[in-house]
């Protein structure tokens, strides 16, 4: 029988008990959730669960504070920075070096999220988790990159003012979602910061080198939820709880 107030299954003995399951997540000790759930910061399915003898199903959708909790554990969520030189595919039919070498110890299999060309090196999320992976990559759900991009030239502000306006390139019109200049140019370079959703081929390289500004050097720094921070290149490492619940969330919430 379901709980119209919580939208659980409060009476079935089928499935674990909500707080054994959260402290089995990491989320916290079991005592610590119990206090959770009483206090309603816990939903499931999209309901706010207040009763402590509350089970879930295996593939119950829980968040915590709003944030998405991982339960199946045989999901990996992996964050490479890769380094130039690789392509982002598994296996290259061209017999050039691929993103093999930094799986070859996760006995999972696991697929890059979208791409960064050869040239380009940063934040790539490696998962088995194909739904997310979707929702990650498709450029119709709008999710945000970050790139950091060494450009030869000295730019100004009328050329950022020039990438958050727009453009019309061959394949269509382009703005960024953000600009930056990043300090002040020197020795014939310049730093920009830029932020789209496009997900179009090479399209950071095209839209600076539209503006006059061909790239020397390029680093994607973040990927929606997720940032690159200090992990050096061609290092992996899994997500964070954090950071999990952070992509899980967004991914949920996608239309």
Sequence with gaps: MTDPSTGANQASTEGERLQKVLAAAGVASRRVVEDMIVAGRITVDGAVVTELGTRIRP????TVDGTAVQLDTTKR??????????????SDERGR??????????????YNVGRLDADTSGLLILTNDGDLAHVLAHPSFGVQKTYVAKVRGAVDQRVIRRLLDGF????GSIQADAARLIGSPSMGHSMVELTLHSGRNRIVRRMLDHVGHPVV????RSFGPLNLGTLRAGRVRELSTIERGAILTLSRSAP
Aim: glycine share 2%; aromatic share 4%.
């Design 59 to 62: 593939d119950a959708m829980v």
């Design 77 to 90: 969520y992996l964050m490479l920075n890769k380094p130039t030189g690789v392509v982002s595919t598994m």
């Design 97 to 110: 070096p691929d993103l093999r070498e930094f799986v070859s110890d996760i006995p999972e299999r696991v």
């Design 168 to 171: 019309e390139l061959d394949d």
């Design 217 to 220: 050097e390029l680093v994607r």
